[in-house]
């Protein structure tokens, strides 16, 4: 059975870092574009990041871009996202997301993404 389980979530102060974590379990990551999305209290979830199943090419959000890095380990079938200068704003359940369609068609939109994991809280507050 294909699971993603999401670690590394917290409280942490405004300029702080987190690295979240996203292990697969029942299936290898190798073949999967795996995205990163967050949803705030009342709001739609949106996109992050995504990082594609061969090159390592990746994708941010404007709002992320030249903060938050994604990054794989096939051999730990982990996908990780580092989050540093952190903001109140990027306070938000993290979900990680996994689908076979390549990097380079798949969409940032959450009908596209085929299997998800439960999510972990982030909180940027002082």
């Known amino acids: 059975q294909l699971q993603l389980v999401e670690s590394g979530g917290g409280l942490v102060q405004p300029g702080g870092s987190l690295r979240l974590s996203c292990a697969a379990s029942?299936?290898?990551?190798?073949?999967?574009?795996i995205g990163w999305f967050r949803q705030a209290r009342g709001k739609e979830r949106e996109g992050v990041s995504r990082?594609?199943?061969?090159?390592?090419?990746?994708y941010y959000a404007d709002s992320v871009k030249g903060r938050f890095t994604i990054s794989r380990d096939n051999a730990k079938n982990t996908v990780y996202l580092q989050m540093n200068s952190l903001k109140p704003e990027d306070t938000a359940v993290y979900y990680c997301?996994?689908?076979?369609?390549?990097?380079?068609?798949?969409?940032?939109?959450?009908?596209?993404?085929?299997?998800w994991g439960q999510g972990t809280q982030v909180t940027v507050s002082s």
């Open positions: 997301a996994a689908d076979p369609t390549p990097w380079a068609v798949q969409r940032m939109c959450r009908i596209h993404w085929g299997s």
């Open positions: 990082i594609s199943s061969s090159d390592g090419s990746t």
């Open positions: 029942g299936f290898t990551l190798d073949y999967y574009t």
